[in-house]
């Protein structure tokens, strides 16, 4: 079975367990089930709700998570749509989101998601959804390659590397697999220019490739605006990010929403991994988690971590 270790959950839990009793909770990336089962076992009276659009990973969880019985409740689906999937169970007394990428999606060479694992460029969460991948890089100009490359994945060598793909598709022909995709980038850029930049050569157009197949960005957006709608006054939001496109979103968000007076930002600066979680898990290393509280009548919330 995929492992699936949470993301600062450590300091996820000890906010929640400094806030006034929890009875509902939604968390809107389920995934493998780490953090809902964390949540579940920390707090024996509470019930968990996890949306999750991938079937897989739904089926997993729901496995993982089934010794709780009627304490979890799957719910298949983007968190984009919260409101309308979730809407029938609130208001929720926590509500998170862990916007990295599953483990089971990473590990999977079928799922096309890993530049280190040869697989079919799809990239889906949704796998009934339409647009893939493979669909992107063999059919948008050079133009449109390269400013997603840019946008989405900030990506400096954008122009070169979607140039080295256009002329591959017009040379040699269609790029189907996630290596013939990290092949072409590695053809495309020197040898040099590839030692500077710091990682794998193709982690930035892997990256902007599934955030634009996904429209996780716009997702995020509709996600954060339904979460302020499904919380119960006085509930916690929080959010584990992994990229600054992600992490500015929410923090502006949150920003416009405490000006708004629907509540108080409870980091004044994100939290991160701890140097031993780093050396325990890998993949936390670019986490940050912002916290924020709805404000409760009458109260004004003053808890800070």
Known sequence: MTEHIPVLITEILSFLQSRPKIGKVLDCTLG??????????????????GLDQDEEAIRIASDRLDAFGNRFHPIHGNFAE?????GYAGPFDAIFFDLGVSNLQITEGHRGFSFQADGPLDMRMNRRSDLTAEYLVNNWTEKE???????????RYSRQIARGILRHRETTGKIETTG????????????????????HPARKVF???RIAVNNELDALERGLSGAFELA???ASIAVVSYHSLEDRIVKHFFREMQKDNRGTIATKRPVIPSDGEIERNYKARSAKLRLFVITEPGKETKTKC
């Open 207 to 209: 990256q902007a490739l």
């Open 145 to 155: 390659l390269s400013e997603i490359f840019w946008k989405y994945g900030e990506e």
């Open 232 to 234: 119960s006054p006085g």
């Open 82 to 86: 919260a409101v309308d999937l979730a």
């Open 32 to 49: 493998l089930g780490g953090y809902s089962e964390a949540v579940l076992q920390a707090f024996p009276g509470v019930r968990v709700w």
């Open 180 to 199: 013939n995709l990290v092949a072409v980038i590695r053809e495309t850029l020197p040898a040099p220019v590839q030692r500077k930049m710091g990682g």
